[in-house]
């Protein structure tokens, strides 16, 4: 089984900071990678597939980036609404643990 | 615009069985490996099993394995997961997945 590590679990930060959450995998996947955003109460949101590939309606401040086994999630100006749980994930397969980002 | 439906969540008692359903549209389905998702209360998702386009593959999460059994029926679009010897842990939402897209999901409750 490929495992999929994130860091950091918590992340503390301002409106309008720059953020990366980065994940890893055990072996390389290539870009089979996707990214979503959680919050309370709701399902996981498609942000981010293929690695690097922006979601429609996704806010042009979130990129990915990454391809084998290193890959990241940048919120380029962190916004109110960004204030959720983030995770990655192999295609059809396991998940990294998730990355809480909160209100320093 | 590619569907996925899920159906055939409930409620069971501790040892029981139920068998979801996912019907599939807006895309080639057997074309796809396909997977099922569950999130429990106040955790985050976990992966549950998988399967190949042609159903000659799949994978289980450790924890399901020997009880779950992943599906496919490429002439009906349509995906399943029959689930044995439930255990309270297996109480999640199950979702229905083709990579990055998901169903709306249905819920499993496993009480005594």
């Known amino acids: 089984d490929i495992q999929m590590t994130q860091s950091p679990s918590t992340l503390s930060a301002s409106v309008g900071d720059r953020v990366t959450i980065t994940c890893r995998a055990s072996?390389?996947?290539?870009?089979?990678l996707a990214w979503y955003q959680q919050k309370p109460g709701k399902a996981p949101k498609p942000l981010i597939y293929?690695?690097?590939n922006l979601e429609s309606g996704v806010p042009s401040r979130f990129s990915g980036s990454g391809s084998g086994t290193e890959f990241s999630l940048t919120i380029s100006s962190l916004q109110p609404d960004d204030f959720a749980t983030y995770y990655c994930?192999?295609?059809?397969?396991?998940f990294g643990g998730g990355t809480k980002v909160e209100i320093k | 615009e590619v569907q996925l439906v899920e159906s055939g969540g409930g409620l069971v008692q501790p040892g029981g069985s139920l068998r979801l359903s996912c019907a599939a549209s807006?895309?080639?389905?057997?074309?796809?490996?396909m997977s099922w998702v569950r999130q429990a209360p106040g955790k985050g998702p976990e992966w549950v099993a998988n399967?190949?386009?042609?159903?000659?593959?799949?994978n289980y999460v450790d924890s399901v394995k020997g009880r779950f059994t992943i599906s496919r029926d490429n002439a009906k679009n349509s995906l399943f997961l029959q689930m044995n010897s439930l255990r309270a842990e297996d109480t999640a939402v199950y979702y229905c997945?083709?990579?990055?897209?998901w169903g709306q999901g249905t819920l499993v409750s496993v009480f005594s």
């Open positions: 994930q192999h295609y059809n397969s396991n």
């Open positions: 072996q390389s996947i290539s870009s089979w």
């Open positions: 293929k690695a690097s």
């Open positions: 807006g895309f080639s389905f057997s074309r796809y490996w």
């Open positions: 399967i190949k386009e042609d159903g000659s593959q799949n």
């Open positions: 997945a083709r990579e990055e897209v």
